[in-house]
């Protein structure tokens, strides 16, 4: 009964590989990741209440909730609803029936709606925060794990709005995790997590068949690390130390811009001015390289955004307007074959169409126009030459072992004869702070 219903439920939403980087809007193909597929759909933010750059993780016996917003540039009303789907440790579906992993209601509407005040641009800002507390028939979750929330309108599942990626974890072992440069030619270039597995709950007899580790660098999915095996076992000990998996590029701190007036000129921003509809627009300083530049600290927010005005009177979230931001990246010449795009959480961790670069032979540099609502952004240049599984930020970045990043170390497990991969600890840690 249970692998009917999942069979019925993913030949209604059609579901589409994360990896298939083909971009559609208004399909009902359903995709298990983060992904818009509504043009009038912007600025969506998913965060764990407490902290705007908080990753969306709740403890399934805690009392965190998680909040939802984004802005319907529409500007009227419309009825959207939430609804949420588990999944394995590698954002497949998973044979659970809802029943099983969500007590209550199994969707829920968003009721909380405000269009904007004193904007150019209208819209409609929306927002939803669960699990509701004290609330009867309060919608909880009932197993750990990943799930997915599905956005949706008018009453209608296949009329997909959003998705967007959580975890629950049940903490069941005992996670200890540490930072480190890696080792040999990658010293200066590359950052290595060591990690060690202590079962308390779990009764874990084969780590390498059982155990799912997943390691996330600056809450990103695109280039998380997975397959990592145990390097040694001690005891009841799972020691994680010699795998080359869990070895990333250092990166570079994230560029950065700051677009919250709209009537004075910040850092990085050169240029304010209204087109003839009274749009605003940024022009930004113009971006080089760094693939040769020597390392700068500085603090950044590991490619994040803060949503600010600072021309509103009270609430940002409907007092701040849209801005098209124009970028450029100086180049003497065209690299053959090469795209470059503008890439962070304010693209949602993708190579989207609407953040693609294009070469100008005149003015020698890529350029991209952006629309953005008002805050303060972190960015980088990704690169690729037509596959998006093989882009990179190295060659437009740099870099080095001694950049600052956060890291989420997770692991899973599946029981023997049962059909779900548990979330059972959730590690956080900081390449400064050791």
């Known amino acids: 009964m249970k692998h009917a219903l999942l069979l019925v439920v993913l030949l209604l939403w059609q579901v589409v590989p994360a990896q298939d980087q083909d971009d559609y809007v ?34 399934l016996y805690g009392n965190e909730q998680l909040q939802l917003s984004f802005d319907d540039l529409d500007g009227d009303q419309k009825q959207y609803s939430i609804t949420f789907q588990h999944c394995n440790s590698d954002w497949t579906p998973s044979d659970l029936m809802i029943s099983e992993y969500i007590n209550g209601f199994y969707d829920m509407n968003l009721l909380n709606s405000v269009y904007a005040s004193g904007t150019m641009q209208k819209y409609t800002h929306y927002t939803i925060t669960f699990p509701q507390a004290n609330t009867q028939n309060n919608t909880h979750f009932s197993k750990s794990g ?26 069941q072992v005992t996670l200890g995790a540490s930072f480190r440069q890696a080792i040999g030619n990658d010293q200066f270039y590359k950052q290595h997590i060591d990690f060690t597995v202590t079962p308390l709950n779990a009764d874990i007899n084969n780590p390498h068949r059982d155990l799912k580790i ?44 700051d677009v919250r007036s709209v009537r004075n000129l910040s850092e990085r921003v050169k240029e304010i001015y209204k087109d003839e509809n009274l749009m605003n627009h940024a022009v930004l300083t113009p971006d080089e390289l760094r693939v040769r530049k020597p390392y700068l600290f500085y603090n950044d927010f590991n490619g994040n955004y803060l949503i600010k005005s600072y021309q509103a009177n009270s609430n940002s979230d409907v007092e701040a307007d849209y801005v098209y931001v124009d970028f450029t990246l100086n180049m003497p010449r065209r690299e053959e074959g090469a795209q470059y795009y ?29 629309y953005l609502k008002q805050g303060y952004y972190n960015y980088q240049f990704m690169k690729t030459f037509g596959n998006p599984a093989e ?35 959730c590690k956080k840690l900081n390449s400064l702070k050791r």
């Open 26 to 59: 208004n399909d009902k193909r359903l995709r298990f990741e983060d992904y818009v597929y509504k043009s009038n759909i912007k600025t969506v933010q998913f965060h764990e209440v407490s902290w705007e750059f908080a990753p969306p993780i709740l403890s």
């Open 146 to 171: 990943n799930y997915l929330l599905i956005l949706y309108a008018d009453g209608n599942r296949d009329n997909i709005v959003l998705c967007r990626r959580f975890m629950v974890f049940d903490n």
């Open 214 to 257: 997943v390691i996330q660098q600056n809450s990103r999915w695109d280039n998380c690390a997975t397959g990592m095996k145990p390097s040694f076992i001690n005891g009841n000990q799972f020691i994680y130390s010699m795998d080359d998996l869990a070895t990333f590029n250092g990166g570079n701190e994230f560029r950065y811009f």
């Open 342 to 370: 503008i890439f962070g959480k304010l693209s949602d961790w993708r190579l989207q169409p609407d953040f693609k670069m294009k070469y100008n032979d005149i003015t020698l540099r890529y350029e991209a126009r952006i």
């Open 391 to 425: 882009a990179e930020e190295v060659s437009s970045e740099g870099s080095f072992w001694d950049t600052e990043n956060d890291y989420t170390v997770l692991v899973y497990f599946r029981k023997i004869g049962t059909y779900y991969d548990q979330l059972v600890a």
